[in-house]
Nanobody, 115 residues
Framework: QVQLVESGGGLVQPGGSLRLSCAASGSSSAIYAMGWYRQAPGKQRELVAAIISRSPANYADSVRGRFTISRDIAKNTLTLQMNSLKPEDTAVYYC?????????WGQGTQVTVSS
């Protein structure tokens, strides 16, 4: 099993920045891919950014150029640096990990972009 714990959400004004972190524990050595998803009220959960193995990161078109995902395998952490935030970025952000043991989700962290 893999446990994921997110942190770093909060309230920020449009144009501001936030940094989300996800700490993985348990059988984290079996993780092949990690990513961030988000779900806004009334909408489906969507992929924000992901890293598969050691390949270049993938980003949703809506966040490319503003968000940066990074993974520290040695520290078992995943981060999402979010810059130039917009009100439409408001959502619950979830950390996701997948590999030989299956797919795992964190509990989510709220990001609210509002003036």
């Amino acid at each position: 099993q893999v446990q994921l714990v997110e942190s770093g959400g909060g309230l920020v004004q449009p144009g501001g920045s936030l940094r989300l972190s996800c700490a993985a524990s348990g059988s984290s050595s079996a993780i092949y891919a990690m990513g961030w998803y988000r779900q806004a009220p009334g909408k489906q959960r969507e992929l924000v950014a992901a890293i598969i193995s050691r390949s270049p990161a993938n980003y949703a078109d809506s966040v490319r150029g503003r968000f940066t995902i990074s993974r520290d395998i040695a520290k078992n952490t995943l981060t999402l640096q979010m810059n130039s935030l917009k009100p439409e970025d408001t959502a619950v952000y979830y950390c996701n990990a997948g590999g030989a043991l299956g797919t795992f989700w964190g509990q989510g962290t709220q990001v609210t972009v509002s003036s």
